[in-house]
């Protein structure tokens, strides 16, 4: 079993930063595929940015390519995500998230994954 728990949201305002970091348990982490959703008010949980088991490969949304990076610490079993130049339309409860199978691809699909953390709220304001 995995278990996630995320940290680091908050408010903000408009062009600031802010880092999340979710910290896991179980097996394997460094061969599993990592990813951070987001889920505004009356919306659909949407992909942000995955990564692989080694950290080697990166996918980004388009809203968060060039303002987002995700990383991994596979020694502290730990994925962040840095979000720069914070924007209102970053407003939303992001969840980190890994996937049951190893050495899979990078998916951006909800359903593709299988553990899930509770969330943590960002809050960007104008």
């Known amino acids: 079993q995995v278990q996630l728990v995320e940290s680091g949201g908050g408010s903000v305002q408009a062009g600031g930063s802010l880092r999340l970091s979710c910290a896991t348990s179980?097996?394997?982490?460094?061969?599993?595929?990592m990813a951070w959703f987001r889920q505004a008010p009356g919306k659909e949980r949407e992909f942000v940015a995955g990564i692989s088991g080694s950290g080697a490969s990166t996918h980004y949304s388009d809203s968060a390519k060039g303002r987002f990076t995700i990383s991994r610490d596979n020694a502290k079993n730990t994925v962040y995500v840095q979000m720069n130049s914070l924007k209102p339309e970053d407003t939303a409860v992001y969840y980190c998230?890994?996937?049951?199978?190893?050495?899979?691809?990078?998916?951006?699909?909800?359903?593709?994954?299988?553990?899930w953390g509770q969330g943590t709220a960002v809050t960007v304001s104008s």
């Open positions: 998230a890994a996937r049951r199978s190893l050495w899979v691809d990078i998916t951006t699909t909800p359903g593709g994954f299988d553990y």
């Open positions: 179980g097996r394997a982490f460094s061969n599993r595929v």
